[in-house]
């Protein structure tokens, strides 16, 4: 373990996995103060064991009464730097009380002798991007930021009929259609499941669920990956050890036709994994299943619900408000400079090219 100081914070650098464990409280206390599981130990964790590499570096900030105010889990690989995130992580950050340890934690981290700092999934409604970025500058790197992710994001009104109303006709229609012709077809219902003796069965049934449909087919659904699968397996009952989780299950006749994997951080829902029947794919079970989350979700008292991922049209029927996510990256020494120098002849470079395609001759 190091150790250093700011002017208000002592900074620690835990090396290895084990020191999120013994901070559980404090940490998914600090998390709360930006919800979203991808900053939760239960979902650290559970990443870290499919795709941690490296070094594990926790990087803690204490006040003067020793009392934990802030944190970073960030992995070593070399001399880079990197966020434990990747792909199927929907945010990473800095977890803090207060903008005060937010400051210190990023006025810390270069000071951990990288030579390239790379780390995605910054919100843009965090004040961690522009203060990662001047410390960076102020240290020495020639960084840049640029948006990474548009996650769909819908702001939840009293009732799902008020919803409902505000969206366009046609999905006020079709949903609708599609809800009558799938209870004319056989007896539906949807369940929700947070934890309990049923929650193995339902991971297991949903992992089938999204093998079976083209996720499988183009090899990225979670069975696909050993990674992946030990991934959610692992998040799944972590959240629900942490009264997160919520698997949306719309059944016909007690056939799961179409799931979520789900979660609830705070008063935000969020949209982990969703998969539904493809041999039904005339009923729309997928829609139906996302209407019904919604309903569920407002009547469980929810104010906001996070689509995650890109903005798929599926997800834009429902909204149109969008949150970036930003990909930060470093670099000092000379491989900083090259890479400052080439981003500001980029657009020059990209305008030549493109001339000289148009003045290439095509016979």
Not at 71 to 80: E, P
Not at 97 to 118: E, M, N, S, T, V
Not at 146 to 158: M, N, R
Request: charged share 25%.
């Amino acid at each position: 373990m190091s150790r250093f100081a700011t002017a208000s914070h002592r900074i620690t650098v835990h090396e290895g996995a084990a020191a999120l464990d013994t901070l559980d409280d404090d940490w998914s206390a600090l998390a709360r103060h930006a919800p979203t599981p991808f900053l939760m130990p239960a979902w650290l964790r559970s990443w870290w064991s499919g795709y941690g590499h490296g070094e594990p570096l926790t990087v803690l900030a204490r006040d003067t009464a020793g009392d934990v105010r802030g944190g970073a889990l960030l992995m070593r690989s070399g001399r880079r730097l990197l966020a434990a995130a990747n792909v199927h992580s929907g945010d990473w950050d800095v977890v803090a009380a207060d903008r005060h340890a937010r400051a210190a934690l990023w006025k810390a981290i270069p000071r951990l002798g990288a030579a390239r700092i790379r780390l995605r999934g910054l919100g843009e409604r965090s004040s961690s991007a522009p203060l990662a970025l001047a410390h960076l500058v102020d240290a020495g790197f020639h960084a840049m930021v640029q948006t990474d992710l548009a996650s769909p994001f819908l702001p939840l009104p009293g009732s799902f009929d008020e919803l409902i109303a505000r969206r366009s006709g046609n999905l006020r229609q079709q949903w609708r259609r599609r809800s009558r012709a799938l209870q004319r077809a056989g007896r539906s219902a949807l369940r929700v499941r947070t934890g309990g003796p049923g929650l193995e069965r339902d991971v297991e049934a949903f992992i089938r669920l999204e093998a079976r449909s083209w996720k499988g087919r183009e090899g990225t659904a979670i069975a696909s990956d050993p990674r992946s699968d030990l991934l959610y397996r692992s998040f799944a009952r972590e959240a629900a050890e942490a009264g997160m989780l919520r698997i949306y299950v719309l059944e016909l006749d007690g056939t799961p036709v179409a799931m979520d994997l789900g979660c609830r951080v705070g008063d935000v829902g969020f949209l982990v994994k969703t998969a539904f029947d493809e041999s039904l794919a005339r009923l729309s079970p997928g829609l139906v299943l996302r209407g019904e989350v919604l309903r569920a979700s407002i009547e469980e008292g929810m104010k906001g619900y996070d689509f995650l991922g890109g903005p798929d049209p599926y997800k834009l029927r429902w909204t149109d408000e969008t949150r970036a996510r930003c990909l930060l990256d470093a670099r000092s020494g000379l491989g900083g400079r090259v890479a400052s120098g080439y981003q500001r002849v980029r657009p020059t470079l990209v305008r030549v090219h493109r001339r000289l395609n148009r003045s290439r001759p095509t016979g």
